[in-house]
């Protein structure tokens, strides 16, 4: 089955408001974990890393949060904009996942309301 | 720097038929490899290879074959064409190590 699933499918969300989409992992041997997003008829672009010695890494507008206790990462999105509407999926990465060790998620359709 | 190439766009062929999807990279990375991404399923690993003339395969690689004959093209055969196989196609490369996928905008393929 999934070792990295979703909370919810979709998330719906003002234009303005902050946005969070979450993330379960079950192998605790994954040591980086990357989040994509995915805009309709386009391929996955590479939003953020982050390895499992940090807690939390920011880019700019993003942030990620690693919680390896619970196995859960999230990410945030500040003051989401028309332009943050896509689908959003998380990857894990670790020597016994798949044969190139990437595993991923299904993902969260982000919807902003205007 | 176009990043990843994926070429063509879209196809439509014909149970039986055979093609071949390309991909070319320009970033010089090691890793590269093919998904296939259908609705519901999430991306799935056909086949990838670690370097010029190393190839593996992956989640799903019945019908497909690969080849990397360079570090910058890594193409796709379909062998025979079977309806199971519409779906949208991924070329993906990444450096060795812990770092993240590039992808290209994918071939969206119909078998009928």
């Known amino acids: 089955g999934e070792s990295v699933g979703l909370h919810l499918p979709t998330l719906s969300v003002q234009e303005g408001d902050n946005s969070i989409i979450n993330c379960a992992y079950s192998n605790s041997a994954s040591d980086y974990f990357i989040w994509y997003k995915q805009e309709s008829g386009k391929g996955p672009q590479f939003i953020i890393d982050i390895r499992s010695n940090m807690d939390k890494r920011q880019g700019q507008r993003v942030t990620v949060l690693l919680n390896k206790t619970v196995k859960h990462l999230s990410l945030q999105i500040a003051a989401t904009q028309p332009g943050d509407s896509a689908v959003y999926f998380c990857a894990e990465l670790n020597s016994g996942g798949g044969a190139d060790g990437l595993t991923f998620g299904k993902g969260t359709h982000l919807i902003i309301q205007p | 720097n176009a990043g990843v190439t994926q070429t063509p766009k879209f196809q439509v062929l014909k149970t039986g038929q055979s093609m071949t999807l390309q991909c070319a990279q320009d970033m010089n990375h090691e890793y590269m490899s093919w998904y296939r991404q259908d609705p519901g399923m999430g991306l799935r690993l056909i086949h990838y290879s670690v370097g010029a003339g190393i190839t593996d395969q992956g989640e799903v690689p019945n019908g497909y074959n690969v080849s990397r004959s360079t570090t910058e093209d890594f193409p796709l055969r379909l062998l025979s064409a079977a309806p199971s196989q519409t779906s949208v196609y991924f070329c993906?490369?990444?450096?060795?190590?812990?770092?993240?996928?590039?992808f290209g905008n994918g071939t969206r393929l119909t078998v009928t």
């Open positions: 993906a490369t990444r450096r060795k190590g812990r770092s993240p996928l590039h």
